[in-house]
């Protein structure tokens, strides 16, 4: 063979091997803690319509956590040991998921955790939605309808799982609201979990509703999906949803069609906004300096949500308060 033919044949490797190395996609292993709720499913969709998961460049495997942090830890010690180029984690618990993080930092592993918060600053970042702030627009809109600074309200509270960021967060913020009412205006009757969960939210304001017959004026579910079951509740003793104060958190499809048949306001917190930037932040940290987003949610909330190369440990997503007005528009925007 020719020396020429041998540069040539040498270069044609060469550029084989580039392209198929341009050609493998980034893998990242993304860690929900349930499947079972629309907002998660939201999440899950929104990423498969990332522009990066749509051309190939990205690949995701999606590993649902059954509502288990154990489980959770194990599914990110099965990402770690096939070698994911990236993990992204919506943690069940704020103490418990904190292992994920650890060892994927021992394993040399970019971890951006989303949604949901965890007691450590060792992640990569966090692209997340103000919980605190969520749990108090909610239970402001209740308060305020209820008109608590003038009138005495009795009030329950269905929180989210116990040990939970999102429970923890927005009960802080329940309680804000509740505190700028004034001294003895609000009576928290009942306080208790179900699980984020419309099936177990159900029953529980049943009872509530038979134990405080009469007394109750207002709900503040810590999601739209219990709120949602409160409604149900509500309607199965006969009674009128509009004679009481409801709000959630999250903006389900369900919650919004109940926002507009006057039954409840909700606070929603973007599922694209969520995912797709958890995905873009991954990603800049596999590929390092000079990467740019692909999703178009940077541009959408320019204002108040600074790309920052990419390298920022907090990322915060707006709520947007769901209203007659807006209602449509953002169902339109999930077909």
Same mark, same amino acid.
């Given at each position: 063979?020719?020396?020429?033919?041998?540069?040539?044949?040498?270069?044609?490797?060469?550029?084989?091997?580039?392209?198929?190395?341009?050609?493998?996609?980034?893998?990242?292993?993304?860690?929900?803690?349930?499947?079972?709720?629309?907002?998660?499913?939201?999440?899950?969709?929104?990423?498969?319509?990332?522009?990066?998961?749509?051309?190939?460049?990205?690949?995701?495997?999606?590993?649902?956590?059954?509502?288990?942090?154990?489980?959770?830890?194990?599914?990110?010690?099965?990402?770690?040991?096939?070698?994911?180029?990236?993990?992204?984690?919506?943690?069940?618990?704020?103490?418990?998921?904190?292992?994920?993080v650890t060892h994927a930092n021992q394993a040399g592993i970019p971890v951006?955790?989303?949604?949901?918060?965890?007691?450590?600053?060792?992640?990569?970042?966090?692209?997340?939605?103000?919980?605190?702030?969520?749990?108090?627009?909610?239970?402001?809109?209740?308060?305020?309808?209820?008109?608590?600074?003038?009138? $005495?309200? #009795?009030? *329950? /509270?269905?929180?989210?799982?116990?040990?939970?960021? +999102?429970? @923890?967060?927005?009960? %802080? =913020?329940?309680?804000?609201?509740?505190?700028?009412?004034?001294?003895?205006?609000?009576?928290?009757?009942?306080?208790?979990?179900?699980?984020?969960?419309?099936?177990?939210?159900?029953?529980?304001?049943?009872?509530?509703?038979?134990?405080?017959?009469? $007394?109750? #004026?207002? *709900? /503040?579910?810590?999601?739209?999906?219990?709120?949602? +079951?409160? @409604?149900?509740?509500? %309607? =199965?003793?006969?009674?009128?949803?509009?004679?009481?104060?409801?709000?959630?958190?999250?903006?389900?499809?369900?919650?919004?069609?109940?926002?507009?048949?006057?039954?409840?306001?909700?606070?929603?917190?973007?599922?694209?906004?969520?995912?797709?930037?958890?995905?873009?932040?991954?990603?800049?940290?596999?590929?390092?300096?000079?990467?740019?987003?692909?999703?178009?949610?940077?541009?959408?909330?320019?204002?108040?949500?600074?790309?920052?190369?990419?390298?920022?440990?907090?990322?915060?997503?707006?709520?947007?308060?769901?209203?007659?007005?807006?209602?449509?528009?953002?169902?339109?925007?999930?077909?």
């Open positions: 063979m020719k020396l020429t033919q041998i540069v040539w044949f040498a270069s044609a490797v060469m550029m084989g091997n580039m392209a198929m190395a341009q050609a493998t996609p980034v893998k990242i292993a993304v860690l929900m803690y349930g499947n079972k709720a629309e907002f998660v499913q939201l999440m899950e969709k929104y990423a498969k319509d990332y522009p990066g998961v749509k051309s190939g460049e990205v690949s995701l495997t999606f590993y649902d956590g059954r509502y288990d942090a154990s489980i959770q830890n194990d599914q990110a010690a099965t990402a770690i040991q096939t070698k994911t180029d990236a993990i992204i984690v919506n943690p069940m618990d704020f103490e418990a998921n904190i292992d994920i951006v955790v989303a949604n949901a918060r965890l007691n450590t600053d060792a992640m990569t970042s966090e692209v997340i939605s103000n919980d605190e702030l969520g749990g108090y627009l909610e239970a402001k809109a209740v308060l305020d309808k209820l008109d608590c600074k003038k009138h $005495k309200v #009795n009030v *329950v /509270i269905i929180e989210g799982p116990k040990g939970g960021s +999102g429970e @923890i967060q927005r009960g %802080k =913020g329940n309680d804000k609201a509740i505190a700028e009412c004034g001294a003895g205006q609000v009576n928290v009757l009942e306080r208790k979990t179900a699980n984020w969960s419309r099936a177990e939210a159900q029953p529980l304001v049943e009872n509530w509703l038979q134990k405080h017959r009469g $007394k109750i #004026n207002g *709900v /503040i579910g810590q999601n739209d999906e219990m709120a949602l +079951g409160a @409604i149900e509740a509500i %309607k =199965g003793a006969g009674l009128d949803v509009k004679d009481f104060a409801i709000a959630g958190v999250d903006g389900v499809s369900d919650a919004i069609h109940a926002v507009q048949a006057g039954e409840m306001v909700s606070i929603l917190q973007d599922a694209k906004g969520q995912m797709q930037g958890a995905i873009d932040v991954a990603l800049r940290a596999v590929k390092g300096k000079g990467y740019q987003p692909q999703s178009d949610i940077w541009q959408q909330y320019a204002k108040d949500l600074k790309w920052e190369d990419g390298t920022q440990k907090h990322y915060f997503v707006p709520w947007t308060t769901v209203t007659a007005a807006n209602a449509q528009q953002l169902l339109d925007a999930r077909k």
